[in-house]
């Protein structure tokens, strides 16, 4: 098994398929940061751990399916001029999933709707869990397909995995602390959220947008962001004023 590893190539393959799944990691790890942001502190880190757990057992078990998986990619009807596959009928549902659940958290955050509180955390800690399955499910798939082309042998696949998913894991935690102290990085996140649905979408539907141009656009809007934030957080200490923390911590979230 350990022999895989012993060429310039194999070591080559893993490097570049580790960057390619933290990249598409990106999506997940926004996702979940969203929802969690809701939640106070210790609800908030157990659901991340379950989330990201839930994406290394689902990409790895997925590595072992390959004939399945493929599968997938055969069209079973034909419509609009367009074979349809079940990938492309899984992204066209997991697209319009993160529309909806986007533009509903965009009208929460702008309107100003509370979420549910005290006795309800727990049914609120539950649906978030169902909702981080399957988002997790389409993320999984869409990502090991894509891995499919550029590694032959299933252990460099798994390495890989298991690498980019320890890297989600532990920026997760700052990413969602992050979030919550800073409220308008999350109207950004639930905007890519939109942005990662509908492309999604066009991809189920045969209209394929490189991911390049969506990750550099997402890149430049973060940079954007940051300076915002900077600046927020310099007027904020000059006038002496806290920056907000998690509900129900009394200090920033740790991760």
Excluded: C
Excluded at 190 to 212: C, E, N, T, Y
Aim: net charge neutral; glycine share 10%; proline share 4%.
């Amino acid at each position: 098994m350990l022999e895989v590893f012993m060429t310039p190539e194999a070591w080559a393959a893993l490097v570049t398929l580790t960057a390619m799944e933290i990249v598409l990691g990106i999506d997940n790890v926004v996702f979940i940061s969203v929802l969690v942001a809701k939640l106070p502190e210790a609800q908030a880190k157990r659901a991340r751990q379950i989330g990201l757990g839930l994406a290394l057992v689902f990409r790895i078990a997925l590595l072992f399916v390959l004939s399945w998986l493929i599968a997938l990619k055969e069209p079973v009807f034909s419509a609009f001029g367009h074979g349809f596959s079940w990938r492309d009928l899984i992204l066209i549902a997991g697209g319009g999933f993160l529309l909806v659940k986007a533009t509903l958290e965009l009208h929460a955050s702008i309107e100003g709707e509370a979420h549910g509180a005290g006795g309800s955390v727990q049914k609120a800690f539950a649906g978030i869990i169902v909702q981080i399955i399957l988002i997790d499910l389409v993320f999984s798939i869409d990502s090991i397909i894509t891995a499919i082309g550029m590694a032959e042998d299933i252990e460099i696949m798994v390495a890989a995995v298991v690498i980019a998913v320890a890297v989600m894991y532990f920026s997760s935690g700052p990413i969602s602390d992050f979030v919550v102290r800073h409220p308008t990085t999350k109207v950004l996140a639930l905007a890519f959220l939109l942005l990662i649905g509908m492309v999604l979408v066009a991809d189920g539907f045969g209209f394929h947008v490189p991911k390049g141009y969506i990750y550099s656009a997402m890149a430049f809007s973060v940079m954007v962001e940051m300076l915002n934030v900077l600046a927020k957080t310099r007027r904020a200490r000059a006038a002496g004023v806290d920056i907000p923390t998690r509900p129900g911590s009394g200090r920033p979230g740790q991760g």
